[in-house]
C-alpha cells in the first residue's frame, strides 16, 4: 500500500531535494571550473613515447633543410667568383659570354619548376645565387668591356641597372608562377601557399620574398655613388641623400609587401637622418646668407619629406615623432638663415616666431598625430628660448645678493651694473624681454578654454613678470629709474595676488581652508621675490635704503588688510621692519646693541597683531616674523653683556605677554628661559662666580610652578612637579660644596638637603626625600673624608679586606631578610608621590 503524504509535506520534501540538488551541481561546477583553469595553465603533455628514453632531436628537418640551402649557396656563389676571377682570362670572347649568359639565365630560370612544385625556400636559395651572379656579370663586364670608365660612376650605374633587373625579376615571377600551385610532395621544407591562413593576394602575386628588397637595397646606391663620381658639392651630396630617402618613404608608404616596406623604412630613416645632419652641419658652417639659404632648403626638402610620411602613415606614434621632426627642422632652417642673414641676437627671436607660426596647423584639417607633432615642435622651440633667456634671468635675481657685502658702497651707474656686480653679463641678450614676452603672449592666447588653463596662466603671468624685470637692465635704465621699475613690479604682483585671492569662506571646525589660487599663489611669490632683489639693490645707497625699505614695510603692511594675503605679507612687513630699523640705527651712528633695543620694537608689533589676529592663518607667520626679530635683536646685542641682558629680559616680557592667550600657554616656558638667561647674564657681567646665584633664580619659579600644578592635579609626580627644580640648585650646589675647602657652604647646602628631606617625609614626596637625601648624605660623607681617611691610614693593610668578607658573609646569612627590608623600604618609599 502506497504512502502518498500530505501536499504541505510532499512540497516541503521536494523543495529540500531541489536545494540539495542545487548544493550539489555548484559543487560540481566549482570543480569543472577549478579543472579547466589547470589545464589552460598547464603546459600541454609531450605525447608518450612508445620507446622508453629515445633520444631527443637536437634539430628540426626544416633547420637542417635551410642550413644545407644556405652553405649550398654560398659555395656556389665562391664558386662563381673564383671561376670570374681566375679562369676568366683562359677563355675567349665568345666563350666568356656564352658561359655568363648561359650560367646567369639558367640559374635564375630554374626557381620557376621549383615553384610550381611548391619548393619555396629551395627556390629562395637558387634566386640569391642567380643575383648573385648577376653582380658578378657587372663586374666582368667591368673589367672586359668598360675597362676605361670610371669605377665608381660604372657602380652607379650598374647598382641602378641591377636594382631594375632584380625589381622586374621579382614582379615576373609573380606572373610565370600560378597564385594557387597544385599541392605536391616538397623537400620538406617548402612553404605551400595553403598551409598559411589566408594567403594575401600580394604574397601570391609575389613568390619570392628575396628579389623586391634586395632591389630595392641596391636602389640605395645610384644617387650617392654617382654624386661622389661627378665630385659634388656637400649639399649636392646630401641632396642625393635626401632624394633617396624620399624615394624610401614613398616606397614604404605605398607598397604592401612586407620585406620590402621594411627595407624602405631603414632605407628612410637611415638616409633621411645622415641626410639632416649633414644639412645641419651646412647650416651650422655657412659662411653667408646665400650659403645657409642653400642648407635650409635642404632642412626644408627633409622637413617634407617628413611632414607627407607623418601625414599618410597609419602608425598615431609614427606620425606624431615624423610630425615632431619635420616642425624642428623647418624651424632649424630659418634659424640658419637669420643666424648668418642677422644679428646674433637676433637668431632666437626669429626661430621663437617660426616655432610659435608652426601653432597656426592647429586648427587645419591635418590628422591628428600630425598637428598633436607640430604643436609639440613649437612647445619644444618654445620651451629652448625661455632656456636660453634663462641666464640672464638668474644673473637680475642673484646678481643684487652682492651688495651684502658691500653696503652703503656707492650707487652705480645704471640698472645693469646694479644687478651685475661681479657677475659677467650674457652675450647676445639684448632681445631676452621679446622673448620672454613672446612666449608668456602664447601662453596666455593659447591657454583659454583649455584643460591646462590655470598652468598656462601661471607660466605667463612668470614669463610677464620676467620681461618687466630684466628691461631696466637690458636698456641699461639709470640707477634710480630701474629701482622704480622694479618696485612698481612688485606692487603689481602685490596687486594681482589681491585680485586673484578668493575671499575665504567661513570654515567650520573640523573643516579644512580652501586651496588658494595658483594665480593668487604665483603672483604673491614673484612679489617676494621682486622685493628682496630690490632691497638688495638699494643696499648700494644709504637714501635708497631707507627708502625702498620703508616703502616695502608700508606696501606689505598695507596688502596684509586684504583677505588672503596676510600670511605672506604681514611677516614680510614685519621682516623689512626690521630691517629698517637696522638701517636707521646704522645712519644715526649708533652702536650694534644700542640698535637691538630698536629692532624689539618689530617683537613686541608681531605679539601685538597675533593677539589681534587670533583664529587667523597669519597668526602662526606674524609669530615666526617676530621670534626671527627677538633672536636678531639678541644677536646684536651679544657684544654688550648689560644689554645682552636686559634685551633678553625684554623678549622675556614679550613672551609673557603672549603666554596670557589660552592658546600659547606654552609660550610661558620661553619666556622663563629667556628670564633665567637674563639673569645670568647680568650676574656674568659683574663676575659673580657663585654657583646659587644662577640656579636659585630657577629653582624658586620652577617650585612655584610645581606647586600650583600639585594643587590642580594631586595625583601628578612629585618628581615632574618638584624634581627639576630641586636638581637645578642641589647638583651644582653639591659639584661646587666637594670643591670647596672652607665649611659655610657644605654647611648651608647640608642644612637644606636636611630641610628638604624633612619636608619630603612629612608630606610624603618621594623627589625632595630621595634628592634631599642623596645630597645630604654625600656632604656628610664629604665633611668626614679627611677623619675616615685618617682611620683607614692607621689600621693594618688586611683589615679593610677583612671586613668586607665579613659584611658579605653576613649579608649572605641574611640575605632573605636583607630582601624583605629592601621590599619593605621600596614599599614605604612606594607610598610617597
Do not use: K
Request: hydrophobic residues 55%.
Amino acid at each position: 500500500m502506497t504512502n502518498i503524504p500530505p501536499p504541505v509535506e510532499e512540497l516541503r520534501i521536494l523543495d529540500t531535494e531541489l536545494r540539495q540538488l542545487d548544493a550539489r551541481r555548484a559543487v560540481l561546477l566549482a570543480r569543472r571550473a577549478w579543472l579547466v583553469n589547470a589545464l589552460y595553465a598547464a603546459p600541454p603533455a609531450p605525447p608518450a613515447s612508445p620507446v622508453r628514453n629515445a633520444p631527443r632531436p637536437e634539430t628540426t628537418a626544416p633547420g637542417v633543410q635551410n642550413v644545407l640551402l644556405i652553405l649550398g649557396g654560398i659555395l656556389l656563389t665562391i664558386a662563381a667568383i673564383a671561376f670570374t676571377l681566375v679562369s676568366w682570362g683562359r677563355m675567349g670572347i665568345a666563350g666568356r659570354s656564352l658561359v655568363l649568359g648561359t650560367v646567369t639565365l639558367a640559374t635564375l630560370a630554374v626557381p620557376v619548376p621549383l615553384l610550381r612544385r611548391g619548393l619555396r625556400s629551395t627556390a629562395e636559395a637558387v634566386a640569391g645565387l642567380g643575383l648573385a651572379l648577376t653582380v658578378l656579370d657587372a663586374y666582368a663586364l667591368h673589367e672586359v668591356v668598360f675597362t676605361g670608365t670610371d669605377g665608381v660612376g660604372y657602380a652607379a650605374v650598374a647598382s641602378a641597372v641591377l636594382a631594375g633587373v632584380w625589381a622586374a625579376y621579382g614582379m615576373g615571377m609573380g606572373l610565370l608562377v600560378p597564385a594557387e600551385p597544385t599541392d605536391r610532395a616538397g623537400d620538406g621544407g617548402g612553404e605551400h601557399p595553403r598551409s598559411r591562413r589566408g594567403p594575401s593576394a600580394t604574397a601570391a602575386r609575389v613568390p619570392l620574398r628575396l628579389p623586391l628588397p634586395v632591389a630595392l637595397v641596391a636602389a640605395q646606391l645610384p644617387l650617392l655613388l654617382w654624386a661622389l663620381a661627378v665630385q659634388a658639392s656637400p649639399h649636392t651630396l646630401t641632396a642625393a641623400l635626401l632624394a633617396t630617402a624620399a624615394a624610401d618613404t614613398f616606397v614604404a608608404l605605398r607598397v604592401s609587401v612586407e620585406p620590402v616596406r621594411t627595407v624602405a623604412a631603414v632605407g628612410a630613416f637611415g638616409l633621411g637622418a645622415w641626410g639632416v645632419l649633414a644639412a645641419g652641419w651646412e647650416t651650422w658652417t655657412a659662411s653667408g646668407p646665400s650659403a645657409a639659404a642653400r642648407a635650409a632648403a635642404l632642412l626644408a626638402l627633409a622637413a617634407a619629406i617628413a611632414l607627407t610620411a607623418a601625414r599618410h602613415t597609419p602608425r598615431p606614434d609614427l606620425a606624431l615623432g615624423t610630425a615632431l621632426t619635420g616642425g624642428l627642422l623647418v624651424v632649424a632652417g630659418v634659424g640658419g638663415v637669420l643666424r648668418a642673414s642677422l644679428p646674433d641676437e637676433w637668431t632666437v627671436p626669429g626661430c621663437l616666431v617660426c616655432g610659435v607660426g608652426l601653432l597656426a596647423v592647429v586648427r587645419t584639417g591635418l590628422p591628428e598625430p600630425v598637428r598633436r607633432g607640430l604643436a609639440l615642435a613649437s612647445a619644444s622651440v618654445q620651451a629652448l628660448a625661455v632656456l636660453w633667456a634663462l641666464p640672464l634671468v638668474a644673473i637680475i635675481l642673484l646678481g643684487p645678493l652682492g651688495w651684502v657685502e658691500r653696503v652703503w658702497s656707492g650707487a652705480p651707474a645704471d640698472a645693469r651694473e646694479a644687478v651685475t656686480t661681479e657677475l659677467p653679463w650674457p652675450a647676445h641678450s639684448a632681445t631676452t624681454p621679446l622673448v620672454l614676452a613672446v612666449v608668456a603672449g602664447v601662453l596666455a592666447v593659447l591657454g583659454r578654454g583649455t584643460a591646462w588653463r590655470a598652468q598656462a596662466w601661471v607660466g605667463a603671468l612668470v614669463l610677464g613678470w620676467s620681461t618687466v624685470l630684466t628691461v631696466p637692465a637690458v636698456l641699461e635704465l639709470p640707477y634710480a629709474v630701474g629701482m622704480v621699475g622694479q618696485a612698481l613690479v612688485t606692487a603689481a604682483a602685490v596687486a594681482l595676488a589681491g585680485v586673484w585671492s578668493p575671499p575665504r569662506p567661513e570654515v567650520s571646525e573640523g573643516e579644512t581652508a580652501p586651496v588658494r589660487s595658483p594665480l593668487s599663489l604665483t603672483a604673491m611669490i614673484l612679489a617676494l621675490v621682486a622685493s628682496l632683489g630690490l632691497a638688495c639693490v638699494s643696499l648700494a645707497s644709504e637714501t635708497a635704503t631707507l627708502a625702498v625699505l620703508a616703502a616695502l614695510t608700508v606696501l606689505f603692511g598695507a596688502a596684509a588688510r586684504r583677505q588672503g594675503l596676510g600670511v605672506f605679507c604681514a611677516p614680510a612687513s614685519l621682516v623689512y621692519a626690521a630691517a629698517l630699523l637696522c638701517a636707521i640705527g646704522a645712519s644715526a651712528g649708533w652702536q650694534p646693541h644700542h640698535i637691538a633695543l630698536l629692532v624689539l620694537a618689530v617683537p613686541v608689533t608681531a605679539a601685538v597683531l597675533a593677539a589681534r589676529s587670533d583664529g587667523s592663518p597669519m597668526t602662526v607667520s606674524v609669530e615666526v616674523a617676530g621670534a626671527a626679530a627677538g633672536l636678531l635683536a639678541v644677536g646684536l646685542a651679544a657684544t654688550d653683556p648689560p644689554f645682552l641682558a636686559l634685551t633678553l629680559a625684554l623678549c622675556g616680557v614679550v613672551a609673557a605677554g603672549t603666554a596670557l592667550r589660552a592658546d600659547r600657554r606654552y609660550a610661558g616656558y620661553a619666556a622663563t628661559a629667556l628670564f633665567v638667561l637674563a639673569t645670568w647674564v647680568r650676574l656674568m657681567s659683574w663676575d659673580v662666580s657663585t654657583p646659587e646665584a644662577y640656579t636659585l633664580p630657577v629653582t624658586l619659579p620652577a617650585l612655584v610652578v610645581g606647586l600650583v600644578r600639585r594643587r590642580r592635579d594631586p595625583r601628578a609626580s612629585s618628581w615632574t612637579a618638584y624634581g627639576p627644580g630641586l636638581a637645578v640648585t642641589l647638583v651644582p650646589s653639591l659639584l661646587a660644596a666637594w670643591g670647596d675647602p672652607d665649611w659655610p657652604r657644605p654647611l648651608l647646602l647640608g642644612a637644606a638637603a636636611l630641610v628638604v628631606t624633612l619636608v619630603g617625609a612629612r608630606h610624603h614626596l618621594q623627589a625632595p626625600l630621595v634628592l634631599g637625601g642623596t645630597v645630604l648624605t654625600l656632604v656628610t660623607l664629604h665633611e668626614l673624608a679627611p677623619y675616615i681617611a685618617q682611620v683607614v691610614g692607621a689600621l693594618p693593610r688586611w683589615v679593610p679586606p677583612a671586613l668586607a668578607g665579613l659584611v658579605l658573609l653576613a649579608l649572605g646569612a641574611t640575605y632573605e631578610q636583607r630582601l624583605r627590608d629592601a621590599r619593605r623600604v621600596r614599599e614605604v618609599l612606594g607610598r610617597f608621590r
